[in-house]
C-alpha cells in the first residue's frame, strides 16, 4: 500500500506484544489491557509490521525517523521479529535516516539479543529501580522469584558490547524519600543516560479517584529529584545525563521542551498496538482515543485528523486556575493531563496530582540551573541533548 498525502512531524512507538510480558510489575498500568484487548490478544503480525514501518516513513516530514518499540515485553516476540523490521526499515527507508530505541525488562536479553542491538545501532531503554530491595518489592518474575540481578546481569552485557543505554527508574512509595541512594546506586552499576518515572495510579470513584498504594506522593517525586539533582550538581554535570534535569536546563535557556510533560500542547507523540491500531498517546489507550488504523490510512491523516488535534489542544484549553496563575506555568504547563485527577471547586477541570513535586522541583533547582545556564552561555555551548527511550 502507498500513500500520497501531506507529511507531518511526529512521533510513533510501537507496542507489538501489547500487554504481554514476562514479568508482573504490580504498578504496571498497561497490564490492564488485558482486560480490554483479550487474554488471547495476538503479538504484530509480520503484515502489520510491514505496513508500520513503511508508513511512518512515508508520513514522516523528517529525514531522521526514530522507531520506539515498547510493550508489555517486546524481547517476547523473538529476534526474528526485530530482524525482519530492521529488513522492512532498510526497504522503505528511501534515503532517511532509521534510528531504533528499544525498552526492556532485560530479563531475556542473551549475547545473541545484545550482538544484534550493537549491529544495528539500537538505544537501549533499560528498567531498573535502582536499589535491589526497591526493584524486587515490585519487579517479580510471573513465577514470583525477584528479578534484580537478572536485570543487573543485562545491564553488564550491554556495557561488555558497548550497546548504548539508558535506565529508566520508577519513583514509587518504596524510593520517593532515596533520591540519593537510588541515583549513586545507579551510577555504581554504570548507567550515565538516566530517566526516572513517577507512578501515579488510580482508580475511579464516584467523588474522586482513589490513588493506588503504590504511587508516589504528591510531593513525593519533586523530593526524589532535588535530592538526586544535589548530588548530580556537585560533581556529576556534564558527565551523567538525566533527562528531567536536560529538558528543564533547556527550558531555562529558552528551548521549548523536550518532553512532551512540559510542553504547552500535546498530540504528537502516539502509539500503535499489536493490531495497528493508532490511539493518541500511549496513556491513553482506549477505545474513545482511537484514532485510526494504520494499516488503512496514512498516519499524516491521523496526526492532523481533527480528533487527534482537539487531543493535542485539550491540555492547554483544560488548566485549572491554580495552573493559569502559576508562576511556574511556562516550564509545567500543568503536566500530564492523565495526571490532573484532584477536584476543584467549581471547575470542571482537575488540578494536576504531582503540582507539588514540579513546583518544589523548578523552585530548589533554579539556583543550580541558572549557574550551569551561566557557564553554558559563557562558552557559547548549547545544553547537550541525549537520546531516550519513551517510558512506559
Same mark, same amino acid.
Given at each position: 500500500?502507498?500513500?500520497?498525502?501531506?507529511?507531518?512531524?511526529?512521533?510513533?512507538?510501537?507496542?507489538?506484544?501489547?500487554?504481554?510480558?514476562?514479568?508482573?510489575?504490580?504498578?504496571?498500568?498497561?497490564?490492564?489491557?488485558?482486560?480490554?484487548?483479550?487474554?488471547?490478544?495476538?503479538?504484530?503480525?509480520?503484515?502489520?509490521?510491514?505496513?508500520?514501518?513503511?508508513?511512518?516513513?512515508?508520513?514522516?516530514?523528517?529525514?531522521?525517523?526514530?522507531?520506539?518499540?515498547?510493550?508489555?515485553?517486546?524481547?517476547?516476540?523473538?529476534?526474528?521479529?526485530?530482524?525482519?523490521?530492521?529488513?522492512?526499515?532498510?526497504?522503505?527507508?528511501?534515503?532517511?535516516?532509521?534510528?531504533?530505541?528499544?525498552?526492556?525488562?532485560?530479563?531475556?536479553?542473551?549475547?545473541?539479543?545484545?550482538?544484534?542491538?550493537?549491529?544495528?545501532?539500537?538505544?537501549?531503554?533499560?528498567?531498573?529501580?535502582?536499589?535491589?530491595?526497591?526493584?524486587?518489592?515490585?519487579?517479580?518474575?510471573?513465577?514470583?522469584?525477584?528479578?534484580?540481578?537478572?536485570?543487573?546481569?543485562?545491564?553488564?552485557?550491554?556495557?561488555?558490547?558497548?550497546?548504548?543505554?539508558?535506565?529508566?527508574?520508577?519513583?514509587?512509595?518504596?524510593?520517593?524519600?532515596?533520591?540519593?541512594?537510588?541515583?549513586?546506586?545507579?551510577?555504581?552499576?554504570?548507567?550515565?543516560?538516566?530517566?526516572?518515572?513517577?507512578?501515579?495510579?488510580?482508580?475511579?470513584?464516584?467523588?474522586?479517584?482513589?490513588?493506588?498504594?503504590?504511587?508516589?506522593?504528591?510531593?513525593?517525586?519533586?523530593?526524589?529529584?532535588?535530592?538526586?539533582?544535589?548530588?548530580?550538581?556537585?560533581?556529576?554535570?556534564?558527565?551523567?545525563?538525566?533527562?528531567?534535569?536536560?529538558?528543564?536546563?533547556?527550558?531555562?535557556?529558552?528551548?521549548?521542551?523536550?518532553?512532551?510533560?512540559?510542553?504547552?500542547?500535546?498530540?504528537?507523540?502516539?502509539?500503535?498496538?499489536?493490531?495497528?491500531?493508532?490511539?493518541?498517546?500511549?496513556?491513553?489507550?482506549?477505545?474513545?482515543?482511537?484514532?485510526?488504523?494504520?494499516?488503512?490510512?496514512?498516519?499524516?491523516?491521523?496526526? %492532523?485528523?481533527?480528533?487527534? *488535534?482537539? @487531543?493535542?489542544?485539550?491540555?492547554?484549553? #483544560?488548566?485549572? +486556575? =491554580? !495552573?493559569? /496563575?502559576?508562576?511556574?506555568?511556562?516550564?509545567?504547563?500543568?503536566?500530564?493531563?492523565?495526571?490532573?485527577?484532584?477536584?476543584?471547586?467549581?471547575?470542571?477541570?482537575?488540578?494536576?496530582? %504531582?503540582?507539588?513535586?514540579? *513546583?518544589? @522541583?523548578?523552585?530548589?533547582?533554579?539556583? #543550580?540551573?541558572? +549557574? =550551569? !545556564?551561566? /557557564?553554558?552561555?559563557?562558552?557559547?555551548?548549547?545544553?547537550?541533548?541525549?537520546?531516550?527511550?519513551?517510558?512506559?
Amino acid at each position: 500500500m502507498s500513500f500520497f498525502a501531506p507529511k507531518a512531524y511526529f512521533h510513533l512507538m510501537a507496542k507489538p506484544s501489547s500487554f504481554h510480558c514476562n514479568i508482573q510489575c504490580e504498578y504496571c498500568f498497561y497490564l490492564e489491557k488485558e482486560q480490554q484487548f483479550g487474554k488471547k490478544a495476538s503479538f504484530m503480525s509480520q503484515e502489520t509490521l510491514k505496513s508500520y514501518i513503511k508508513n511512518y516513513i512515508e508520513s514522516h516530514a523528517g529525514e531522521r525517523v526514530e522507531f520506539a518499540w515498547q510493550g508489555g515485553e517486546p524481547t517476547l516476540l523473538g529476534l526474528d521479529f526485530f530482524q525482519s523490521a530492521v529488513a522492512l526499515q532498510q526497504q522503505f527507508a528511501n534515503g532517511k535516516t532509521i534510528t531504533n530505541a528499544f525498552q526492556t525488562n532485560g530479563i531475556a536479553l542473551n549475547r545473541q539479543w545484545v550482538s544484534f542491538f550493537k549491529r544495528h545501532n539500537f538505544l537501549i531503554g533499560l528498567s531498573i529501580d535502582g536499589l535491589s530491595a526497591v526493584h524486587n518489592r515490585y519487579r517479580i518474575a510471573s513465577n514470583g522469584n525477584p528479578t534484580f540481578d537478572k536485570v543487573v546481569a543485562a545491564l553488564e552485557l550491554l556495557k561488555s558490547y558497548q550497546v548504548e543505554f539508558n535506565t529508566l527508574t520508577v519513583v514509587n512509595d518504596q524510593n520517593w524519600n532515596k533520591g540519593k541512594e537510588t541515583y549513586l546506586a545507579l551510577k555504581t552499576l554504570g548507567s550515565t543516560f538516566m530517566q526516572f518515572i513517577p507512578i501515579v495510579e488510580y482508580q475511579k470513584t464516584a467523588s474522586q479517584p482513589a490513588i493506588m498504594p503504590f504511587s508516589t506522593p504528591p510531593e513525593g517525586y519533586g523530593r526524589f529529584l532535588v535530592d538526586v539533582f544535589q548530588q548530580w550538581h556537585q560533581q556529576d554535570v556534564g558527565q551523567v545525563f538525566v533527562l528531567e534535569f536536560e529538558n528543564l536546563l533547556g527550558q531555562r535557556l529558552g528551548y521549548p521542551s523536550s518532553s512532551c510533560i512540559h510542553q504547552q500542547t500535546c498530540g504528537k507523540s502516539l502509539v500503535v498496538e499489536a493490531n495497528g491500531e493508532v490511539y493518541s498517546c500511549d496513556h491513553y489507550v482506549y477505545p474513545q482515543y482511537r484514532v485510526g488504523n494504520l494499516t488503512q490510512q496514512p498516519l499524516t491523516d491521523i496526526v %492532523l485528523s481533527q480528533q487527534q *488535534r482537539q @487531543f493535542g489542544l485539550n491540555k492547554q484549553q #483544560g488548566l485549572s +486556575q =491554580i !495552573c493559569r /496563575q502559576c508562576e511556574y506555568l511556562t516550564l509545567c504547563h500543568g503536566g500530564c493531563p492523565k495526571h490532573r485527577i484532584v477536584p476543584q471547586p467549581s471547575e470542571s477541570a482537575g488540578h494536576n496530582y %504531582l503540582c507539588a513535586s514540579y *513546583r518544589y @522541583f523548578f523552585q530548589e533547582t533554579a539556583l #543550580g540551573m541558572q +549557574q =550551569i !545556564c551561566q /557557564q553554558i552561555r559563557a562558552n557559547a555551548n548549547p545544553p547537550q541533548g541525549t537520546q531516550h527511550v519513551n517510558p512506559k
